[in-house]
């Protein structure tokens, strides 16, 4: 589940934000260092949320950064290529489920939280952060509108392991995405990723019409 | 930016997300008009009153009232101190949010033990909790005032420094931070607005109208309980309440609403 390359980690700290540095005497990565161990003192394991969530892997670690100060190119670029190699596309070769249930589970916002029944299912809740379907007005901004997505690309081959493989790791082709990796980091069923994929590119989904 | 734009945009789309957005610009007016109405007759006073009795009651062990309680302005003076907190304070070699000094004070002063003092951070229903009351009087008694958070003890600014850190930090099954909601001018989840916490506009709409009585709860929130809420949807594990990373994401966010007139309890959907 987590990302192996730890060189990645040992980058962080050139990424230095001079902006933020300079107070107080500590480094960046020594302010880093503190707020980590002040965190793991001002949490309590509850439920399913158990403390080891407070570990970072290496593209959380170089993600943790204001969105305005830009990573450097080949810091991404490795970011993507290790996310990349993380998908796995389903055995049976088949990408695209069912699209009814797919809208289900883009409605659905619970799952992962200590609230949350570990035994329920996870939602996706794309439409917290994406426009989908013309019908549903209550969507949010956070990414970009993906209503026609199916309608605009097609459903090929390739723009079927594009969706998937997206929802499966987002950071596989966008460094820092603010969007989960619903499969990378085990959200989401396979089935679930395929109704989804389904949801975008059927040409018969609320999605595409 | 790396960020990876969908590079596809037709005048079809365009045309359907402009009848799209008419009908939503509707629903965000009614929301706003909806919000409008609700300024009038807040609940929050209840909580206010309930708390200012509390304040002057004798409790606890030692039965005193908690009016000598020194909020960073002196002993006993509650006017405008909520504006200027987080800040060190001397007796506890801490920074301290308000909060978390309220229960300094009831272990200090009135003898109860921090277990007690923190037993009910968040009421429910009947189970109400002392310290949401005591909170929205205190803040009460800023309302209007400008807020003047500064950051001069060296601890003040490790709070401020630990806080940024803190609000960028990714982790979790679905890698959110704060900055993943709060780091963008003009976003929405579905249709709530979300202040943008890094500019100073967004920071003083967020900050200064906390605490909030919570139509959808029936209750009156504090900032503690915004934090603890936020961290629960960002999949974090439990905040303990009034840590330390709580107390310095606080001393972030209210340092950069620094200027703005504080507009609390306020109502919220």
């Known amino acids: 589940m987590r990302i192996a390359n730890t060189s990645l980690s040992r980058l962080a700290g050139f990424a230095a934000f001079a902006t933020l540095a300079g107070c107080v005497g500590m480094s960046d990565q020594e302010a880093s260092q503190k707020a980590l161990e002040v965190m793991k003192a001002s949490f309590n394991q509850r439920g399913q949320a158990g403390m080891d969530r407070l570990i970072q892997d290496d593209a959380q670690n170089l993600c943790s950064r204001p969105p305005t100060i830009e990573l450097p190119k080949e810091v991404a670029a490795r970011i993507e290529k290790?996310?990349?190699?993380?998908?796995?596309?389903?055995?049976?070769?088949?990408?695209?489920?069912?699209?009814?249930?797919?809208?289900?589970?883009?409605?659905?916002?619970?799952?992962?939280?200590?609230?949350?029944?570990?035994?329920?299912?996870a939602g996706a809740n794309c439409y917290a952060c994406h426009q989908l379907s013309k019908a549903e007005i209550s969507f949010g901004t956070i990414g970009p509108s993906l209503y026609n997505f199916g309608k605009l690309r097609g459903a090929?081959?390739?723009?079927?392991?594009?969706?998937?493989?997206?929802?499966?790791?987002?950071?596989?082709?966008?460094?820092?995405?603010?969007?989960?990796?619903?499969?990378?980091n085990g959200i989401l069923t396979e089935q679930q990723m395929k109704d989804l994929t389904a949801l975008l590119l059927d040409p018969n989904s609320p999605v595409n019409q | 930016m790396i960020r990876v734009k969908f590079p596809i945009v037709t005048a079809v789309a365009a045309l359907?997300?402009?009848?799209?957005?008419?009908?939503?610009?509707?629903?965000?007016?009614?929301?706003?008009?909806?919000?409008?109405?609700?300024?009038?007759?807040?609940?929050?006073?209840?909580?206010?009153?309930?708390?200012?009795?509390?304040?002057?009651?004798?409790?606890?062990?030692?039965?005193?009232?908690?009016?000598?309680?020194?909020?960073?302005?002196?002993?006993?003076?509650?006017?405008?101190?909520?504006?200027?907190?987080?800040?060190?304070?001397?007796?506890?070699?801490?920074?301290?949010?308000?909060?978390?000094?309220?229960?300094?004070?009831?272990?200090?002063?009135?003898?109860?033990?921090?277990?007690?003092?923190?037993r009910r951070p968040f009421g429910a229903g009947s189970n109400r909790a002392d310290l949401e009351a005591l909170t929205a009087y205190v803040t009460s008694e800023s309302r209007g005032v400008t807020m003047n958070v500064a950051l001069h003890h060296a601890k003040e600014k490790e709070a401020y420094r630990l806080g940024e850190k803190i609000f960028y930090f990714r982790a979790g099954p679905h890698d959110f931070a704060c900055s993943t909601c709060h780091a963008e001018d003009g976003k929405r989840i579905r249709l709530q607005d979300l202040p943008n916490l890094t500019q100073k506009a967004g920071a003083q709409l967020g900050y200064t109208t906390w605490p909030a009585y919570r139509v959808s709860q029936g209750e009156l929130r504090t900032f503690q309980w915004r934090l603890y809420d936020c961290f629960r949807q960002q999949r974090f594990p439990e905040m303990k309440y009034g840590s330390e990373a709580s107390v310095a994401l606080t001393t972030f966010l209210a340092y950069n609403a620094n200027g703005a007139a504080f507009n609390a309890p306020s109502i919220k959907r």
């Open chain 1, 82 to 121: 290790t996310n990349h190699a993380s998908i796995k596309y389903p055995a049976d070769g088949k990408l695209m489920g069912d699209w009814r249930l797919g809208e289900r589970i883009a409605q659905t916002g619970i799952g992962k939280q200590f609230s949350d029944d570990p035994k329920v299912p």
């Open chain 1, 156 to 184: 090929s081959e390739p723009i079927q392991r594009y969706t998937y493989g997206k929802i499966y790791n987002a950071q596989a082709f966008s460094a820092c995405s603010n969007m989960p990796r619903f499969g990378h």
């Open chain 2, 16 to 118: 359907t997300f402009a009848m799209d957005a008419a009908a939503q610009s509707n629903t965000v007016d009614e929301i706003a008009k909806y919000r409008q109405q609700l300024q009038d007759g807040n609940p929050a006073e209840l909580w206010e009153a309930r708390g200012e009795g509390l304040w002057k009651q004798k409790r606890g062990p030692k039965n005193v009232s908690l009016e000598q309680c020194d909020l960073g302005k002196g002993a006993g003076v509650v006017k405008g101190a909520y504006a200027a907190l987080p800040r060190h304070f001397a007796d506890a070699d801490r920074v301290m949010d308000l909060e978390t000094r309220l229960v300094h004070c009831m272990v200090t002063l009135q003898g109860f033990t921090l277990a007690d003092a923190t």
